[in-house]
């Protein structure tokens, strides 16, 4: 299995502060890489996807980058609605299995 | 609006059997593929099974493999997961997402929780 690996697992921050999140795939993945947003109580939510791509609705603060094994998720000015955890996932191929990074929580 | 609707949840004893299901509603069914995601509580995203929209093809997370079934009835707009001999480690929340072409999981579920404990 592709493993993913997330770093930091914590991120203290403060609301305007620009944040970036590390996500690090055991081998080429190309850039089938997704990241989501969960809340405490609620289902995950997709912000991006194919590495860079905004998912419609989400602000324009979140991006994303990288390809091959190296991906990054920026939040460009921290707001108080992002205190949450982010995982990443890579997707590469449907007959192999998905799997996620181990989450990063962004607290206060 | 997109509807995903888990059900089947419960409590299950060591070793039992249970049957869940995700009713969608409002887009063209069989033309997504279909998964299954589960979170133990406190804990991380776990990718379970996926099926594609015509039934055809199915894959398993290793730790499943043998004792969980994906399967759907596209006539009913449906998704299953039968699970087999539960352990305490499958205790967690069941989510059910789809996909398609590029775009992972852009709908979840509300999730179903099942504990696995005597």
């Known amino acids: 299995d592709i493993q993913m690996t997330q770093s930091p697992s914590t991120l203290s921050a403060s609301v305007g502060d620009r944040v970036t999140i590390t996500c690090r795939a055991s081998q080429n993945i190309n850039s089938w890489l997704a990241w989501y947003q969960q809340k405490p109580g609620q289902a995950p939510k997709l912000l991006i996807y194919k590495a860079s791509t905004l998912q419609s609705g989400v602000p324009s603060r979140f991006s994303g980058s990288g390809s091959g094994t190296e991906f990054t998720l920026t939040i460009s000015c921290l707001q108080p609605d992002d205190f949450a955890t982010y995982y990443c996932?890579?997707?590469?191929?449907?007959?192999?299995?998905?799997?996620f990074g181990q989450g990063t929580k962004v607290e206060i | 609006e997109v509807h995903l609707v888990e059900s089947g949840g419960g409590l299950v004893q060591p070793g039992g059997s249970l049957r869940l299901s995700c009713a969608a509603s409002t887009f063209t069914f069989n033309n997504y593929w279909m998964s299954w995601v589960r979170q133990a509580p406190g804990k991380g995203l776990e990718w379970v099974a996926h099926?594609?929209?015509?039934?055809?093809?199915?894959h398993y997370a290793d730790s499943v493999k043998g004792r969980f079934t994906i399967s759907r009835d596209n006539a009913d707009n449906s998704l299953f997961l039968q699970m087999k001999y539960l352990g305490v480690d499958d205790t967690a929340v069941y989510y059910c997402?789809?996909?398609?072409?590029?775009?992972?999981?852009?709908?979840w579920g509300q999730g179903t929780l099942v504990t696995v404990s005597s």
């Open positions: 997402a789809r996909t398609v072409g590029p775009t992972p999981f852009d709908y």
């Open positions: 099926i594609k929209g015509d039934g055809s093809e199915t």
């Open positions: 996932q890579q997707y590469s191929s449907y007959s192999v299995s998905w799997t």
